[in-house]
């Protein structure tokens, strides 16, 4: 059994080895990670690879096994992770350095008197145990007080907030199963009066440890950072749109109005779900063909705030709305050209029926977008139906 055991903790090492350095390709700008994520993962998995190697070249004595009480270093790293993770921080500060003075004490005391007294045998548990406790009981004071039960006003910094909480969560529950492990071990090795040291149920470590891996690997927020992800996903949203050449998806505007500033704060992470609903509004519900439609009544229509539409249209738009009313409008006639609109009527219900009052006003407008009158982009368009129906 320890063969294949061996080999998967030497396996779940190097996965571990491959999950650090793809996590740390965003250090500077992920939020989620700082040094001593770093080091706990580094830790893990360099404490995995070597059991899994030498449990195969030279299975290790029962001594060696009392060295857990060195391994209970990670919970103090645990607790400075949370602690760098609440303040923002990502560097290293010397006097953190004393809260590892204890989990080294404990794994020299464990160390040496093993050899002497049998009950010690399973010192290095007990310290563990003890140790991992204390930390993560700090943990969840800190984590309670400071990240738990924060709110933010700002959209934004509170998903990003929501984001932290669910990963810190996830993360706490991870290394407080590592300590019921240890604990459970040493009250089975006592009722049953043996000394396993978790040897048989080493298989939950490694499931924790993948479940850990994994978390990180499949999530993009956590993976890459909020920011980082929720841009990309603000791309591929721009992609989307129809009219994206018109819009300014540019974040850092030079806002200089006190009112646009409060409103910036408010909407910033709206604007994109704005547009698409802009869009959708006026190609798809043509909710623009009303002849007399203006901003307000736009802004009714789509259960937007006036003031949020003006700011859109201001700021994000290079069109102002009656420029993108009138844009909007003509490309809805030339859709309604090629879907032989015309076949049963004339320009002049096709000019009323996109929303112009009068053909005159269709006619300069078609012309100013398009680039041709409506004739001829008429003409062309049925002479380019004769070449395809010729060719097929």
Not at 348 to 370: I, Q
Request: net charge positive; with cysteine.
């Amino acid at each position: 059994m320890i063969i294949p055991i061996s080999i998967l903790f030497f396996i779940t090492g190097l996965f571990g080895i491959i999950t650090l350095i793809i996590i740390s390709t965003h250090f500077k700008s992920n939020r989620i990670l700082n040094i001593y994520l770093v080091i706990l993962i580094l830790f893990s998995s360099l404490r995995s690879i070597s059991f899994g190697y030498f449990s195969l070249t030279n299975p290790l004595p029962n001594t060696q096994y009392h060295l857990i009480s060195f391994f209970s270093i990670i919970f103090p790293c645990v607790y400075l992770y949370f602690k760098n993770l609440v303040y923002y921080t990502t560097t290293f500060k010397f006097n953190e350095l004393r809260h590892f003075v204890s989990p080294i004490m404990a794994g020299v005391i464990a160390l040496v008197f093993n050899h002497y007294f049998v009950y010690f045998r399973l010192i290095g548990h007990v310290f563990f145990t003890i140790i991992g406790l204390y930390y993560v009981s700090l943990s969840y004071v800190l984590l309670k007080n400071k990240l738990w039960n924060k709110q933010a006003s700002i959209i934004h910094i509170q998903k990003q907030n929501t984001l932290i909480k669910n990963w810190s969560l996830f993360f706490f529950i991870i290394c407080l199963l590592l300590i019921l492990r240890v604990l459970v071990t040493i009250i089975i090795d006592f009722y049953l009066d043996e000394n396993s040291y978790g040897r048989p149920y080493l298989f939950v470590s490694l499931i924790i440890t993948w479940a850990l891996y994994i978390k990180l690997l499949v999530t993009p927020e956590i993976l890459y950072g909020y920011n980082f992800f929720i841009e990309k996903v603000e791309e591929q949203r721009t992609l989307e749109f129809v009219l994206k050449e018109i819009w300014v998806f540019e974040k850092n505007l030079a806002i200089h109005n006190r009112q646009d500033l409060e409103l910036n704060k408010k909407i910033r992470d709206k604007i994109t779900l704005y547009i698409r609903d802009i869009e959708t509004a006026s190609l798809t519900n043509h909710l623009l063909r009303e002849e007399t439609v203006n901003l307000g009544e736009f802004a009714h229509q789509l259960e937007i705030p006036k003031s949020h539409l003006v700011y859109i249209f201001k700021y994000h738009s290079k069109f102002s709305f009656i420029e993108f009313r009138k844009t909007v409008r003509i490309l809805d006639a030339v859709n309604l050209i090629e879907m032989n609109y015309l076949n049963l009527n004339t320009l002049d219900c096709l000019a009323k029926k996109v929303g112009f009052t009068s053909y005159n006003t269709f006619f300069t407008s078609f012309k100013e977008v398009a680039g041709v009158t409506p004739r001829i982009f008429c003409q062309e368009f049925t002479k380019k139906i004769a070449i395809q129906t010729t060719l097929s």
